[in-house]
């Protein structure tokens, strides 16, 4: 299973940008997905997450701003970035829960690379 994420660059504040993140593999279904980021020295943080239903959780520095959406069709998540902040700049990962059988139902948590945003003032 790998999780291919693009998107990232970098703009100027106000600007935006749009993130996604492709499931591949054998898998049985792909579960919550999410976007964490994480700045130097920092712990990685929860940015937004979707279950499979389509049910959201933002953090509360992004809502307004982003918005996270999924193609199920397609195991792929996105994460609008618009009104973009300074504070915005970090290496923002995505992540999913999957379910895959081999003669039994397993639940894995699967990362992406990072991929960097950076906000300009």
């Known amino acids: 299973v790998q999780l291919q994420a693009s998107g990232g660059g970098s703009v100027q504040a106000g600007g935006c940008l749009r993130l996604?993140?492709?499931?591949?593999?054998?898998?049985?279904?792909?579960?919550?997905m999410g976007w964490y980021r994480q700045t130097p020295g920092k712990q990685r943080e929860l940015v937004a997450i979707?279950?499979?239903?389509?049910?959201?959780n933002l953090d509360d520095s992004v809502k307004g701003r982003f918005t996270i959406t999924r193609d199920n069709t397609e195991s792929t998540v996105y994460l609008q970035m618009n009104s973009l902040k300074p504070e915005d700049t970090a290496v923002y990962y995505c992540n999913a829960e999957v379910s895959r059988f081999s003669g039994y139902f397993t639940r894995d948590t699967y990362w992406g690379h990072g991929t960097l945003v950076t906000v300009s003032s």
């Open positions: 996604s993140c492709a499931v591949s593999g054998r898998v049985f279904s792909v579960n919550d």
């Open positions: 979707i279950t499979r239903s389509g049910n959201t």
